[in-house]
Nanobody
Framework: QVRLVESGGGLVQAGGSLRLSCAAS????????MGWFRRAPGKERGFVAV????????DYAGSVKGRFTISRDNAKNTVYLQMNNLKPEDTAVYYC????????????????WGQGTQVTVSS
């Protein structure tokens, strides 16, 4: 059974930092591209960042580029999202997802999803 479990969310002031983690089990982790998505209050879920199975390819949404960094540790079956200079508009539930094909921003291509972790940024 595949499980993706996010952690590291919380409440932070604007300008602060958080690091999200997503621990995966039940799948050949290094073969999967891993993505982070988020759902802000009143909005649809949207792409944040993605990393290829090897970690050599990354991509980011324009709104987070330069502030967020996605990385992975295949030995620990874990993907991370380092979030710096957080803004109130980053407030959302953050989800990690696994995709066996190529790193993509398209949610429809992802096979497995975690339950999400709440990030709240106060102004």
């Amino acid at each position: 059974q595949v499980r993706l479990v996010e952690s590291g969310g919380g409440l932070v002031q604007a300008g602060g930092s958080l690091r999200l983690s997503c621990a995966a089990s039940g799948l050949p982790f290094s073969r999967y591209a891993m993505g982070w998505f988020r759902r802000a209050p009143g909005k649809e879920r949207g792409f944040v960042a993605v990393i290829s199975g090897s970690g050599s390819v990354t991509d980011y949404a324009g709104s987070v580029k330069g502030r967020f960094t996605i990385s992975r540790d295949n030995a620990k079956n874990t993907v991370y999202l380092q979030m710096n200079n957080l803004k109130p508009e980053d407030t959302a539930v953050y989800y990690c997802a696994a995709n066996l094909l190529v790193p993509t921003a398209s949610m429809n291509e992802y096979d497995y999803w975690g339950q999400g972790t709440q990030v709240t940024v106060s102004s």
